[in-house]
């Protein structure tokens, strides 16, 4: 193959995306060269576009966003095996060093020399997937089965995330586990609870709407609406967190009415400091908090309700050596994991409509008063 020339959705500010022009040379030895079809947009994505920056990470170069990708190979390097032209493929875009400690322990995600497509973190900026093509690294492209559709195969990369908090987790089915936050993420942790055997998971979120979803789609079994509140000072805002804790435990689950009580498990996905300081008061003594929302940077916690009750706060961040196993579920059509294809809400096709996309990711509801769940750019 030689160099080509691929068109890109790229950001130059806040809001503010050009469709633009570059070369793409050949694939390297190592590299395949993909076709992306699908993309799904993320809260990462939608920060960069919103603001030009995510948290404390600033953009300081124009960057192509997306990562949560699925294509179809159109070239192979000379020393790649297991790939081929025409193989439908999941993009794990995340490229560590492979030579540090964690790395060689296979806690790749947390590789202080990751290199991530569409993260402004390193620099020069790894461009991300809304582009025509890319060339990757083989070793990070998964094949796909026949049965696996590519708007399945982007969700590979959220669904990883689900399983990797739930592996940091070391969840035991039985368990009973609380959810905060009903996004995308906060239905896909559900999901991945529900399909490693856990016996009730319960979701709250301030949306009634996303709650519900979780229930009848059977991504949970209790649904808890969250009230609204603009607290002041740190005894209010501890006293609210006690309250819906109590709702939680209090909560009932099941033909028989049984009681939840504490959770083994809660997976916060909000980053909202209330949210924290309830999953400290909800989660049973030698329980685990596994901490996946990136909101507040800086909290304030009432630590001591969860060291004195050895209430275990985890970090989860993104995922390592998943993408095989969510393959291997999504193919088999595992009956004990929901259709996770229902959270693709809207879809948009083509370079131009990428804005459009963006500004529908960032609503509650579309025009048509339908959830947004998970917004997709197909190519």
Not at 199 to 211: G, M, S, T, Y
């Amino acid at each position: 193959m030689s160099s080509s020339e691929v068109r890109a959705s790229v950001l130059h500010g806040a809001k503010d995306l050009r469709v633009e022009t570059r070369t793409l040379p050949a694939p390297s030895a190592t590299e395949v060269q993909v076709a992306v079809q699908a993309t799904g947009l993320c809260g990462s994505d939608l920060h960069y576009f919103s603001h030009y920056r995510n948290g404390d990470i600033i953009v300081r170069e124009p960057m192509t966003l997306g990562h949560e990708s699925a294509g179809v190979v159109t070239g192979v390097g000379s020393e790649v095996k297991h790939l081929q032209v025409g193989d439908r493929v999941a993009l794990e875009v995340g490229l560590p060093c492979e030579d540090c400690a964690l790395c060689k322990e296979g806690r790749y995600n947390i590789c202080k020399g990751m290199r991530f497509r569409s993260s402004a973190k390193a620099f020069p900026h790894f461009q991300g997937t809304l582009q025509e093509r890319i060339n990757h690294p083989a070793k990070w492209v998964h094949k796909l089965p026949e049965s696996v559709t590519l708007e399945q195969g982007a969700l590979v990369e959220p669904l990883s995330v689900a399983m990797h908090a739930r592996d940091r987790a070391q969840l035991k089915p039985g368990s009973t586990v609380l959810v905060l936050g009903a996004g995308a993420v906060g239905l896909l942790c559900a999901a991945a609870c529900k399909a490693s055997g856990a016996k009730a998971v319960v979701i709250a979120d301030i949306q009634e709407d996303r709650v519900h979803f979780a229930v009848q789609n059977g991504f949970a079994d209790v649904a808890i609406v969250v009230p609204m509140a603009r607290l002041q000072t740190i005894e209010d805002k501890l006293a609210y967190a006690k309250e819906l804790a109590g709702r939680v435990t209090a909560s009932k689950v099941g033909a028989g009415e049984e009681e939840v009580g504490e959770v083994g498990v809660t997976f916060e996905c909000t980053g909202v400091e209330s949210c924290m300081q309830t999953a400290i008061y909800a989660t049973q003594a030698g329980g685990k908090i596994m901490i996946i929302g990136m909101g507040t940077p800086i909290q304030t916690l009432p630590i001591s309700a969860a060291a004195l009750r050895e209430v275990d706060l985890v970090g989860v961040f993104r995922y390592a050596n998943n993408y095989p196993e969510v393959i291997n579920m999504l193919s088999a059509k595992n009956a004990t994991l929901q259709d996770v294809g229902k959270l693709v809400t809207q879809r948009f096709e083509g370079l131009d409509k990428i804005p459009e996309a963006f500004d529908m990711a960032g609503r509650v509801k579309d025009g048509n008063g339908n959830l947004v769940l998970k917004v997709v750019v197909a190519m």
